[in-house]
């Protein structure tokens, strides 16, 4: 076959409808023998698809060893992202995160890591045993929220560890707010280090003009993307892309066969070759619609909808560079709704969201998503705020401004991570905030907004610390995480 | 509601479904828009399953932190396979095991552990850096499997080695071979550890009077079982039982937070909603039709196929206690074809089976399997056996008879277990088996049968253990995980 054929092709897809229309009798597991164990009044739902809820006998191939369709699902794979070598996950971002840093620290190394990661990052750390040295983000004053590193910082840490065993960053942000990773990517390999990205949301960049760049265009090593959260891939399908010789694709393998299922859901990688073949035969028209959609969302809002502000990138944003056209981060600019009550009336209408913290709703539209769609979201929104006159013009804005420059704007130094152990829960205490002063923390603490961690487990709370949590709580940051959620108190170490 | 009329529900399902037929719109993850942007060409399988493929809104709780549906569920859960407290998995058995290992063990901790488990117990063993008692299986003569541990030996290394923090058994074993966990679970506990069960091939003992009871009704502290595989949930579907005071269940939650997606899937936990519903509803009886099903088997089996051998306990077995009913052993007593390649005939006939050795094949029943199953499989054996004529009995008998003593017999001194790094692989070589004497293994050896690792990757070769897989290679035993399946040559670290 030529090249273009095979990308109209999903092999492993393919091959499991063939294998089910062989009619074979299952001898092995699972258990529910191709649906038929399935409670009848869910048949309907389910059983379609566990049709082909295989495991791995002969003609199926192995995820963990994979020689066959697999492999050649995910070489297509390779080809169509941009990467040289490509792996199916079926347990979500979560276990490319973990599986690339268990792949360049072992315990006691050191690595540069942006501060407002996502938890499987902190977790790959701690299972690493890695020292951290922690980025701060650059900071968005226009909505409050927490972007990407400086390249200066990147420079800076890199020149002060140069034993650090590679830099890790998150691009774009939840809310699709990125940076540019081509010159860090230069730095970084200038520097005989590895550039990790975790793109979860970033799985359908490059596919079309008005979307940004991707990581690995950008020169980054390793690239984990949740094919499911902005393709559309079944929910826990995910991909970790290579390029370059920079990281051993033998360790990186053997990480992920350690952490994945050893009997992987067939449907979910039979969803990640599908979405691929999507991508390269129908995603840039694909992509268009979806953008068509946003447009109109756009000028509705606009035209219909004084007391909605959307977040936008203007030339003067220096805080960062892209923004993702399918995440759409609305504010009530009327002053009358916090986030969180906006979400709400809209989940009562029918329409549900992503997220909110205390000012915004951050609403996540795909290809997928239609006209219809939008014209919900906009009567519901019109029904929401008709009613509302529009005086008390963002009042709700000040609330996450806390453009405070705490000690964690700096580069921290390195920080131990290690698992919670059960001993080390005999010697924590509550204490109030403000007594907290130099005891180490036994929680993370993390305010919403920025939703950059302030306090990592086992990191010492300063005076800058304090005061800065101590105005967000009063601000209205929700603390993710935390045992007293409104942070009078907080767990330390009594040691 | 009652007790019981609450067992007729499936809370977390029924949720779901409302919250389809309540026809919401989504503006979250995933991509894929409630199945809207599946390919055309896999409509008819995903799109029905695909309009359940939710994430955590709020109204839908969070595996995580379950506070409502997710929690209901798995409290249902609990009271049905008999726990204190039930955890859901959708990562498999695989992250069941390393959460419990990593729940009990921290760096340099010794564990005891039997020596023939799943490689997800190894791999669990290595995220901890645990130090490892291996406690030999006993071995069975009829079939040369390997089996469970003995009584004396647990006692014998708890009193060795006093400050290990827990044993930890697979059973049954993959061919349903198992023994009585309530002694050991006596003794373990009279010691003051936990008992740590990896039941992947049991989730449906307890349910039926023919079935072998559960490890949680021996006394087990902490049971992962597959519910995919033996009942009748999707792929990846499992759960983690815990009950008694032995356990910090907060730490177990975190390291399970820390292991599994961040977006779990929903219809695999809803499958496993499904299925308890299911148990709690019409288990004996489903199960009562399946054991129908495979006495049937055995019946045609033993009027029709005098060629096939059949794995059964008599009253004269020591080595194992229990065999699962729904587990069918064979092999061909004429000695035409190995078991590889008396699996290659039933596949291709149209009877997929589970797993084959050098002289058996695994067969797998469930309580979905019907007598046109059985009819299928006979009549596939019948059209391979009928031009056979049975003269050479059991040729191959003795092919999987290593019944010698070798060194792996003994209980182990403390192995530490790590993950194999980069670095680690410079100094590595392969070389002869037979010159390998005194060196350290760098990768694990594995023959089948009878499925004992031998070597664990870091352990010193010894005369005994060259003997022995000289023997087992001349033998026709294959080599599962080793560079060279022959085993001519093996991988060593040269220091």
């Not at 200066?152 to 890790?168: H, S």
């Not at 959260?229 to 290579?242: D, P």
């Not at 990688?269 to 619609?289: K, Q, V």
Request: with cysteine; glycine share 8%.
């Amino acid at each position: 076959l030529s090249r273009s054929n095979k990308k109209a092709n999903a092999p492993l897809y393919d091959r499991m409808l063939l294998h089910h229309t062989q009619g074979h009798t299952s001898f092995h597991v699972p258990g529910h023998k191709n649906g038929a164990g399935i409670d009848p009044k869910a048949h309907e739902t389910f059983a379609p698809l566990l049709r082909l809820d295989y495991t791995e006998i002969p003609s199926l191939d192995d995820l963990h060893r994979p020689e066959g369709i697999i492999r050649e699902a995910q070489q297509l794979a390779a080809a169509c992202f941009g990467a040289e070598q490509t792996f199916f996950h079926v347990n979500g971002s979560t276990v490319g995160n973990l599986a690339m840093i268990l792949t360049v620290c072992a315990n006691n190394d050191i690595l540069i890591v942006q501060r407002n990661v996502h938890k499987s990052i902190i977790h790959g750390l701690m299972l690493a045993g890695a020292r951290v040295v922690f980025l701060p983000p650059r900071w968005d004053e226009a909505s409050g929220l927490a972007t990407g590193v400086n390249l200066k910082d990147v420079i800076r840490a890199m020149n002060d560890y140069p034993a650090a065993k590679g830099v890790l960053l998150s691009n774009p942000n939840y809310h699709g707010m990125g940076i540019d990773l081509a010159d860090i990517a230069r730095v970084v390999h200038a520097n005989g280090m590895p550039l990790l990205i975790d793109e979860a949301h970033g799985a359908h960049y490059g596919f079309h003009p008005r979307l940004p760049i991707s990581a690995l265009s950008s020169g980054a090593d390793i690239v984990v993307q949740s094919t499911h959260k902005m393709l559309t891939a079944m929910t826990m399908g995910a991909m970790l892309h290579v390029q370059g010789n920079r990281v051993d694709r033998g360790i990186l393998q053997q990480r992920l066969g350690m952490l994945q299922s050893s009997s992987p859901s067939y449907p979910i990688m039979a969803s990640l070759d599908l979405c691929r073949r999507w991508m390269d035969t129908e995603g840039e028209c694909s992509l268009d619609n979806g953008i068509g959609v946003i447009d109109y969302l756009h000028q509705q809002i606009s035209l219909r909808l004084p007391h909605i502000g959307v977040l936008k990138r203007t030339e003067d944003t220096r805080s960062y560079e892209t923004l993702d056209p399918f995440k759409i981060t609305i504010h009530d600019r009327s002053g009358t709704y916090t986030g969180y009550q906006l979400r709400d009336k809209l989940g009562q209408a029918g329409c549900d969201a992503e997220m909110a913290d205390v000012k915004h709703v951050l609403l996540h539209l795909s290809l997928a998503s239609t006209h219809e769609d939008v014209d919900r979201l906009i009567n519901a929104l019109l029904d929401i705020f008709t009613p509302i006159r529009l005086e008390k013009q963002d009042i709700l804005g000040e609330i996450s401004n806390n453009n405070s420059i705490p000690s964690f704007s700096q580069i921290s130094t390195p920080i131990t991570m290690q698992l919670p152990q059960q001993r080390d829960f005999v010697n924590v205490k509550a204490i109030p905030l403000q007594q907290a002063l130099g005891f180490r923390a036994a929680e993370m603490v993390i305010p919403y907004p920025p939703g950059i961690p302030i306090l990592y487990y086992g990191e010492q709370i300063t005076e800058e610390t304090i005061t800065y949590l101590q105005l967000a709580a009063k601000k209205g940051a929700s603390f993710q995480g935390t045992k007293d959620t409104t942070l009078t108190d907080i767990l330390v170490f009594i040691e």
